[in-house]
């Protein structure tokens, strides 16, 4: 079953500009995680978004997180090439297990 | 380094033949989960284990096994693989799910191809 969506499922966008990426979920959570995917690498973790949270940051990271709506925004301000990547919301609803979004693939033109 | 430790990275094999993808971690975690990752389906989950001698189904374990004998291994067993098990498969580990809320690490990956 799957918990988040996240919106677009790609983005491209020139270096220096923002990039937003939505996720929305169905149930409630406990928290919500944002990763990112370098081309066929593993992921990594992002930054944790507490459901008693509105926002958070982390360096050009900004992440919000909306209860009622279920929905999340990360945003990263001035993107750089570097930040070419998939990038996945995990919620973990009931506790039991993660479960992961589909991604979003941004794509930083130089 | 606290890392998640895959083996084999690449593996091509032929149906039917059984094999087993490793996976260990050095963090002393209590949780961890396999995944596989297919084009435009993103990451779905095979199996998980809360601890040790504890695991549980994913959203898509037909086909594979699991054990957790210690808890830094969790290898993931394909008793007897199919073409429709092609794919990108993820191991990873975290303190625990719902305690601590912590973050899951990531293996980098090990690319199955059954023929």
């Known amino acids: 079953s799957q918990q988040g969506e996240e919106d677009p499922q790609a983005l491209s966008i020139q270096e220096g500009e923002n990039a937003t990426m939505n996720c929305s979920y169905k149930?409630?959570?406990?928290?919500l995680q944002w990763y990112r995917q370098n081309s066929g690498r593993g992921l990594v973790h992002l930054i944790l978004?507490?459901?008693?949270?509105r926002e958070k940051h982390s360096g050009r990271l900004r992440v919000t997180l909306d209860t009622s709506k279920k929905s999340s925004s990360l945003l990263i301000t001035a993107s750089r090439a570097a930040d070419t990547a998939s990038y996945f919301c995990?919620?973990?609803?009931?506790?039991?297990?993660?479960?992961f979004g589909p991604g979003t693939r941004l794509s930083v033109l130089p | 380094e606290a890392q998640v430790t895959q083996n084999p990275r690449y593996l091509i094999t032929v149906t039917g033949k059984k094999l087993t993808v490793t996976c260990s971690q050095n963090?002393?975690?209590?949780?961890m989960s396999w995944y596989r990752q297919d084009p435009g389906l993103g990451l779905r989950q095979i199996y998980y284990?809360?601890?040790?001698?504890?695991?549980d189904k994913g959203d898509v374990p037909e086909g594979y096994k699991v054990s957790r004998k210690e808890k830094r291994n969790f290898p993931l067993i394909l008793e007897s693989p199919s073409p429709n098990q092609t794919s990108l498969y993820f191991c990873?580990?975290?303190?625990?799910?719902?305690?601590?809320?912590?973050?899951?690490?990531f293996g980098n990956g090990t690319r199955l191809t059954v023929t």
């Open positions: 978004i507490r459901s008693n949270e």
């Open positions: 990873a580990s975290s303190l625990g799910v719902g305690v601590g809320n912590s973050p899951l690490h």
């Open positions: 284990s809360m601890n040790v001698e504890v695991t």
């Open positions: 963090m002393n975690h209590e949780y």
């Open positions: 149930t409630s959570i406990n928290n």
């Open positions: 995990a919620t973990d609803a009931g506790g039991q297990n993660f479960v």
